[in-house]
């Protein structure tokens, strides 16, 4: 048993909903900015509101759903290969 490391299972699943929650709220941030910027943009460019909002929305959900996908990459990493 010298020089072999235990393995703490329950403590890597914490560190990985630590992660994961503290990821979704910065998504969740990082999407509302998209829409905001891409909203403000997007008005000088569109005659009609709808239009911009539609814009910005698919922009804002793209942008979640790339930072939840890459927080998750991130947290699985960093749980089971450090």
């Given at each position: 048993?010298?020089?072999?490391s235990?393995e703490?299972p329950?403590?890597?699943?914490?560190?990985?909903?630590?992660?994961?929650?503290?990821?979704?709220?910065?998504?969740s941030?990082?999407g509302?900015m998209?829409?905001v910027?891409?909203f403000?943009e997007?008005?000088?460019?569109?005659?009609?509101?709808?239009?911009?909002?539609?814009?910005?929305?698919?922009?804002a959900?793209?942008?979640?759903?790339f930072?939840?996908a890459?927080?998750?990459a991130?947290?699985?990493?960093?749980?089971?290969w450090?």
């Amino acid at each position: 048993m010298v020089g072999q490391s235990v393995e703490h299972p329950a403590m890597d699943s914490e560190i990985l909903k630590i992660i994961i929650v503290v990821g979704m709220a910065c998504s969740s941030i990082a999407g509302l900015m998209a829409y905001v910027i891409t909203f403000n943009e997007y008005s000088h460019h569109f005659a009609e509101r709808r239009d911009a909002v539609k814009q910005s929305l698919e922009a804002a959900g793209v942008t979640l759903l790339f930072f939840v996908a890459l927080t998750a990459a991130i947290g699985f990493f960093i749980t089971y290969w450090i």
